[in-house]
């Protein structure tokens, strides 16, 4: 089997991915624009060839990339970034080189825009926020008047929190209009009281659910986002059983075939006519790739097993052939950020959870500005502990000059 596997350097932990495959037999070939000798050695013993292209976004390089593979290995059965930002263009080099194990240039768009998500859900029986296609300010008033303030606006096909609105009045929407970026379609939805919560997991090549599990975020990732606050989700031990019935149906219904998905929803925490009562769940959007950051790490630690392996079995064997969880942990990430000052030093944080820390990274620029820079994941039996940990470390110090900010990690777990 050849696989060809797109930007295996980043994100960073998407080398277990190539391991994993390459460990499963499987002639993995990888294109990026990461000098061959800037890959770590695990990546590099994994590859049977790397192809370094100088503009990953220039499509002519990543087609001769690929013709030049299939001349020297033959047919390409797979080609996969697991990456939001290059579906669309593994979708486009699948269907010019007639490879069937994945979305082809057709489908995919059902995939990127949140306004066409929104049938899919419908389709499943799940009920989703109003919504409005932004165009000039005299709709946006129309459509507040029917549903009222706050509104969320957040470009229609994108992933992340970085360009997400939640206006409030109408000065707000006034800055927003101001603000959005020229040439990009805006969707306007009604705001939902409610928690996030997931769906992920492995399908197989009939959309059958191969394996599954949830993390939460109970206070708003966008929030955290556009106001540079510290944020914190978990792995859930279980997922409930509404979540889990809607989950199942979001993936019958988009057909989701030998894929990460990563689905999104609201457990709403006030009920509102159109959409539920308290508890309900509300479809929010889809991603047809493994949850960020470092969720899918979170994910393994919570039930001690290996995803990377999981889906690698799903490409090389159609099955799973890795254990299980057969216990469920709560892991959960906390992040901080350098411009706050936080109550409980670092320090404090290792000694008293030095047992239950799993991870301490400093993150890079490139995800710092979302996330943080300082991230902490720990497993807890319960979620008390869970969440006594969670409140030592994002809880700031009222007086800003009290303790200068812990910018290096003492040690990682």
């Known amino acids: 089997m050849n696989f060809v596997f797109i930007s295996p350097h980043f994100p960073t932990n998407y080398w277990n991915f190539v391991q ?27 590859l049977t060839e790397y192809y370094r292209v100088d503009n990953m976004e220039n499509y002519d390089e990543m087609l001769r990339a690929m013709g030049y593979f299939t001349f020297r290995y033959g047919k390409i059965d797979w080609v996969e970034s697991n990456n939001e930002y290059w579906l669309e263009q593994d979708a486009q080099l ?13 489908e995919i768009s059902r995939y990127k825009s949140k306004s066409g998500m929104k049938a899919y859900y419908e389709k499943a029986g799940i009920p989703v926020a109003r919504y409005h296609m932004v165009k000039e300010k005299a709709d946006c008033l129309e459509f507040i008047k029917q549903v009222g303030y706050p509104v969320v606006a957040k470009p229609d096909s994108g992933v992340g929190s970085s360009d997400n609105w939640k206006i409030k009045n109408e000065t707000d929407l006034n800055r927003f ?8 379609q805006y969707i306007m939805e009604e705001f939902v009281d409610g928690e996030i919560v997931t769906f992920d997991g492995i399908s197989g090549r009939n959309a059958e659910i191969f394996y599954a599990t949830s993390h939460v975020s109970p206070d708003s990732i966008m ?24 989950g199942e149906a979001t993936i019958k219904a988009f057909d989701a075939r030998n ?17 539920g009562k308290k508890g309900d769940i509300v479809g929010l959007e889809v991603n047809m790739r493994p949850a960020g950051g470092f969720t899918v790490d979170m994910e393994n630690f919570a039930g001690s097993l290996d995803l990377y392996q999981l889906w690698a079995d799903m490409v090389a064997f159609g099955e799973m052939r890795h254990p299980l969880a057969e216990k469920m942990q709560y892991c959960v990430c906390a992040t901080r950020r350098d411009k706050n000052v936080y109550s409980v030093p670092q320090e404090e944080i290792y000694k008293k959870y030095n047992k239950n820390l799993v991870m301490v990274e400093r993150l890079p620029e490139v995800l710092a500005d979302t996330m943080g820079n300082m991230l902490y994941i720990a497993c807890f039996d319960t979620k008390k502990e869970m969440d006594d940990f969670s409140k030592m470390v994002i809880t700031t110090h009222k007086n800003k000059a009290a303790r200068k900010q812990e910018k290096k990690p003492a040690a990682s777990g």
């Open 20 to 46: 994993r495959l390459h460990q499963n037999g499987v002639n993995v070939l990888g294109i990026g624009d990461c000098p061959y000798e800037q890959l770590r050695w695990e990546l590099r013993d994994s």
């Open 94 to 106: 699948r269907t010019d080189f007639n490879i069937t194990t994945g979305l082809n240039a057709s």
């Open 177 to 184: 209009l101001a603000g959005k970026r020229y040439g990009v």
């Open 223 to 246: 929030d955290a986002v556009n106001e540079k606050t510290s944020l914190w989700y978990y792995v859930d031990k279980s997922i409930a059983d509404n979540l889990r019935k809607a």
């Open 259 to 275: 894929r990460f998905f990563h689905c999104e929803f609201f457990r709403l925490k006030t009920g509102k006519p159109g959409l």
